[in-house]
């Protein structure tokens, strides 16, 4: 009896003990917030047929799966870019995931089931929603890949989540690639955006627009020509233009205020072309300011852990000075 006694108390003992570890655990998850869900190591289709991103899933990645390699989210490479941060890549899929699950809406329609119907590829379409702070001010990034994907995960859902944190409300666009189209995307989201900012909790004035390599130029074109060159009604131009390397030569005159940076080994955008537009630019007698990272190549995204991180914070600041207070 006195064996059995003895057995049975440290079997209960380990048993609390066993619990105690547990809601240490769970205890410790709670500080963290939610438990992740992804790591490096997760599947990109497994990310991509997640319930909880329905049938969106597929855009957060290039449709079109020539342009992309790597099995998991660690080991993601897209065309063109480089210093890829796979923590980024985790930590952004993660935060889509928390939202969705609590039941956020992450994922907008830009265009109707009728227009998808008349146009398949405009099912390829459509604005990822990183949340700031209700009523702040919008912003709307449109990634590179020229204008035959959209490298999203490197060139503009770090920079959405990145503006989220510092309370902005940002848009990532997925566009039909090619320069009109894409043009014609992104006109539909502005006037989306302006049309629904109540509903969203939103401010749309002096929304900025933001871009990347081809996703730069977009970004130009409607800061330059308006929405009414590209088949919507004429709707405010973007208080400024935020640029990341690409070649754009032409200058109007009729530019928004414009903050560009690229890399003085980019061999897709010469750092030169960029700075002798900025200074045209400003001929015109508007705002404009360029920073040059020596060393750096072509896609560096948000820099991390290269000559170039913070530029996002500079970026920021320049939009800021824009503002109507």
Not at 4 to 18: E, R, S
Not at 85 to 101: D, G, S
């Amino acid at each position: 009896m006195e064996y059995i006694y003895n057995g049975l108390k440290a079997f209960w003992d380990a048993q609390d003990k066993t619990k105690e570890e547990q809601q240490e655990v769970r205890s410790n998850l709670g500080k963290d917030h939610h438990y992740k869900v992804f790591t490096a190591n997760t599947k990109i289709e497994d990310v991509i047929k997640y319930p909880a991103f329905k049938n969106f899933g597929r855009l957060l990645f290039p449709t079109d799966k020539n342009y992309y390699s790597g099995d998991t989210l660690g080991e993601l490479s897209l065309m063109w870019y480089n210093n890829i941060n796979p923590n980024k890549t985790v930590e952004i899929v993660n935060y889509l995931q928390e939202r969705a699950e609590s039941g956020d809406t992450i994922f907008y329609d830009i265009y109707s089931d009728e227009e998808k119907l008349q146009d398949p590829d405009k099912k390829n379409t459509g604005l990822f929603f990183f949340r700031g702070k209700k009523g702040a001010k919008t912003a709307i990034i449109v990634a590179g890949g020229g204008f035959v994907y959209v490298g999203a995960m490197q060139d503009s859902f770090p920079h959405a989540l990145e503006l989220s944190k510092k309370g902005y409300n940002a848009f990532a666009l997925i566009y039909r690639p090619g320069a009109q189209t894409a043009c014609e995307d992104l006109a539909r989201a502005i006037a989306f955006l302006h049309e629904n900012a109540d509903k969203l909790g939103i401010d749309m004035e002096d929304y900025s627009l933001w871009g990347g390599s081809a996703g730069a130029r977009v970004a130009a074109w409607l800061g330059s020509y308006g929405t009414e060159s590209f088949g919507e009604k004429r709707y405010p131009r973007p208080a400024v233009v935020i640029m990341q390397y690409t070649g754009l030569t032409e200058v109007t005159g009729r530019e928004p205020p414009t903050f560009a940076c690229v890399g003085t080994n980019d061999w897709i955008a010469s750092y030169k072309t960029m700075e002798e537009r900025i200074n045209r630019i400003k001929n015109y007698g508007i705002d404009a300011e360029i920073k040059i990272f020596p060393g750096l190549p072509h896609g560096f995204g948000l820099g991390e852990g290269t000559i170039a991180e913070g530029w996002i914070n500079d970026a920021i600041k320049f939009w800021e000075k824009h503002m109507k207070k």
